[in-house]
């Protein structure tokens, strides 16, 4: 009982935020509403306990990601929002895939029956989804995998410094020159 | 199969979601207090951004400095990298029955690769708060 | 256990930790502001009640009768929101937070003195420091004021800088526990002070004192605090990311910064200085109750915060990052190599 309440409460806040992230104007407000969509997603996760999971989610995507992104969209100084135009052609776009995604849902749960019946759940041990699991697959049966994550993670820190800035003086001076350096306070 | 009554959360979390819901309850009072017993009598003046007495001029979201989005980035991805290492570290010792030393060097050959990309902005000095050229020129550290 | 007794004794734990640690919160900055007084030579507050113990509850009914202004500026929403979530975020943290063991009252055991022994344990809280970051950005942001603004830019890239060392200082006790429940940690080190993490033989002492050492200087910055302060360095920031908060939104922010000090202080304690175990096993010391203990700790802590702000000068942002990154990061994964090394040691030699 309580953690059906508990699923409705987060099932319903990840689809207002949700809603949210599409029709909030102000995109610093988008973003925030993809905030709490990633919280209460992590609430669904702790329906299935997969607490570890929950948390990762939360910290990783909440707490990192999104920061980024909030940063992102101060750097670019995007907090005034722009009328968008309804031409006839955006408004056939819309329609279109608004469309298209509802058959593709329709295609998708044409099975489920119209009551709630949960699918068959694959046997899974009361450990999934911790972190002792994870580990344990983690560090013996997908090693190599794990090994290639921290050269991707390398990969992405080097791409992101080098085409973030470029720190030679002679570049920077350059470009103070023709005033495209974000100014420094 | 099971039914839908079977899910749960577990005890804890239960309770820990009551204690956030006091929080919350807590922070409501708060304003509700606030809001019962505040005087009210705003003026333009007043409202105005505080800029030491002086009228504000220009817009208050200025485009900022680029090494913010640098530093955000590089904390991305130590942060995802900090969420490899605690999985491991919280069964450190049993992959050390069942593996051995091999327990060991796996994290080390992780953490040497991230190094590398560590290592790698701080030569090229994009660990810098200062440029280089203007901390020569004794112009002021940025924001 | 009946549900219903379940219930009642959870609601105990709620209502008790709830209005305790909100006590201490009160009368903290008094304690802070006589100390400073102390320090510089001064008397610190002194006309309300006596020794000024009153001044809390005085600032705070003085707090809630002050105009609240949103400048015309401002973006409403989230200009309400940030107190909000910077105090909500703060208070949610102490859920998890073991501060005694399983205590009795009139001859009835209401469990341990910790709200919710989560299996996330510490990770919870670092969930909710991440999110923590929000509330100060948005303060920043949606004041629509330059000060403002840069001090919540600021203190953002300086929490997620030194979260990083935080993270990674925590690491390595949960290597040497095994696990993420912070009951657990407190348990593991039980019968004296020599097996607190901090100087465990354990591990040969050096890992446990570099990771209570980076735990501690993380902290500090993650809180704000000084010598960290930079979010709301008076002397160029006037007042930071709360420059245009007023009355209760103030008084939120305010309450959230001490609510995080406990927190901070109760973390290393749990994490490196046993918890509410005793310093001694023996006979005089066991026998006050444990949550006493782990008051004595944190309060210990509390007056280092407040020590180190009367001592320290506040650093210059560019030394703040180069000492976060150049500094602590390389230390703190130098020093997870390190108790790797010590703990398999210590089993090679079967300690």
Redesign the interface.
Known sequence: MAATLFFWLCAFLAFFFGLGVIVARNPMHSALSLVMTFVASAGLFLLLHAEFLAWILIIVYSGAVMVLMIFVISLLNLQRDEPIEFTAARRWGVAFVVVFAAALLIYLFRDASVGFTYPPKPAISAEWGSAKAIATDLFTRYLLPFELASVLLTAAVIGAVVIARKPDPNEINGMESTGEEPSNQ | ?????E??????????????L???V??GG??I???L??????Y?E???????GEH?VGS?????????????????????????????????????E??G?L??F??????L??????A???V??????????RKAAGSN??? | MTELSLAIYAAVRIGVIFSAVMTVVAFLPWIERKLIGRFQQRFGPYRVGPHGILQPIADSIKLVFKEDIIPNNADRVLFVLAPTLALITAVMNLAVIPFGPTFELFGISFGAVQVADVNVGILYIFGFASLGVYSLFLAGWSSGNKYSLLGGLRSSAQMFSYELSLGLSVVTVLMAVGDFKLSEIVLSQEGGFWNWWIVSPKWFVIPGLLGFFLLLVSAFAETNRLPFDLPEAETELVAGYHTEYSSMKFAMFFMAEYINMIVASSIVTTLFLGGWHAPLPYEPFVLAPGWMWFAAKVFVLLFLFIWVRATLPRFRYDQLMNFGWKFMLPLALFNIFLAACCLLLADRFAL
Request: hydrophobic share 55%.
């Open positions: 199969m099971e039914t839908p009554s899910i749960s959360v577990s005890l804890e979390f239960s309770i820990a979601l009551i204690f956030i006091t929080a919350v807590f922070v708060n304003l207090l606030n809001r017993f505040r005087p009210r009598n705003p333009p007043k409202n105005s951004t505080y800029e030491c504000s208050p979201w200025i485009r900022f400095n680029i090494r913010y989005y640098i530093i955000a980035i590089l904390f991305l991805i130590f942060d995802v990298e900090v969420l490899f290492i605690i999985p491991w570290a919280v069964q450190f010792k049993k992959l050390y069942s593996l030393i327990a060991f796996e994290m080390f050959v992780f953490l690769i991230l190094g590398l990309g560590l790698y902005c701080w090229k000095g994009h660990l810098e708060w200062v440029l280089k050229d550290p940025g924001i």
